[in-house]
């Protein structure tokens, strides 16, 4: 069975520092992987995705992920965050029968 | 860009009230979902559709049922509602899988 892990709950980082989310999924074959972010009270939103090909993917927003296989991650960053980046942020593998599994999400606190 | 739309943002019910919520995409997807999200239990699957007059039961079917009449809208009904539906719902539809375009939600609180 899929499953995916965001082993933080919750994440403060300083406007203008480095962020990085961690995800980590559990699937038999190669998979589809997205990153999503809900503000507050809205819809998700689709960050990026990795199909296959290059590793590192590049998104909306200035975020980037880097697939690893041999440690079955798909690690969100961004060089330099924004107030405006203070989220929920959902990490997601695309599986059988179109069905998602999502993690439990990772919500970012921005300092200003 | 891909549009969802969900045609309630909020809605407040009474117990044994029959609840629609209507779903639109316009980008002609074949695959339409739809969620519901608490805190502390993440988005669960409740139905999904991958055609006209398709459905498929997810995680929780349990005290719901859908529509695909049409390919651009997906309903999801709640027969008698109950007040442990409360919660935020999200319609998603997608062409590949797990490429999911969102609506903005409807939040439902059933009294």
């Known amino acids: 069975a899929q499953s995916v892990t965001q082993p933080d709950i919750h994440i403060t980082v300083s406007e203008g520092a480095s962020l990085e989310l961690r995800c980590n999924y559990s699937y038999g074959a190669t998979p589809y992987l997205f990153w999503y972010v809900q503000s507050p009270g809205q819809g998700l939103q689709l960050l990026l995705k990795?199909?296959?090909?290059?590793?590192l993917v590049q998104g909306i927003k200035g975020f980037e992920a880097e697939f690893k296989r041999s440690q079955s991650s798909f690690n969100l960053r961004k060089p330099s965050v924004h107030w405006s980046d203070a989220a929920e942020y959902f990490c997601a593998v695309g599986g059988n029968a179109g069905k998602s599994t999502f993690g439990d999400g990772t919500t970012l606190t921005v300092k200003p | 860009d891909v549009k969802v739309t969900q045609s309630s943002r909020y809605l407040v019910k009474r117990t044994g009230e029959k609840v629609f919520l209507e779903c639109v995409q316009d980008m002609d997807h074949e695959n339409m979902f739809w969620y519901r999200q608490d805190p502390g239990l993440g988005l669960r699957l409740i139905y999904f559709?991958?055609?006209?007059?398709?459905?498929e039961k997810g995680d929780i079917p349990e005290g719901y049922s859908v529509s695909r009449e049409k390919k651009e809208r997906f309903s999801l009904i709640l027969e008698s509602a109950s007040t442990n539906q409360t919660s935020m719902y999200l319609c998603?539809?997608?062409?590949?899988?797990?490429?999911?375009?969102f609506g903005e939600g409807s939040r439902l609180t059933v009294l």
């Open positions: 559709s991958y055609d006209v007059k398709m459905k």
């Open positions: 990795y199909f296959s090909g290059d590793t």
């Open positions: 998603a539809s997608s062409l590949v899988p797990g490429e999911l375009f």
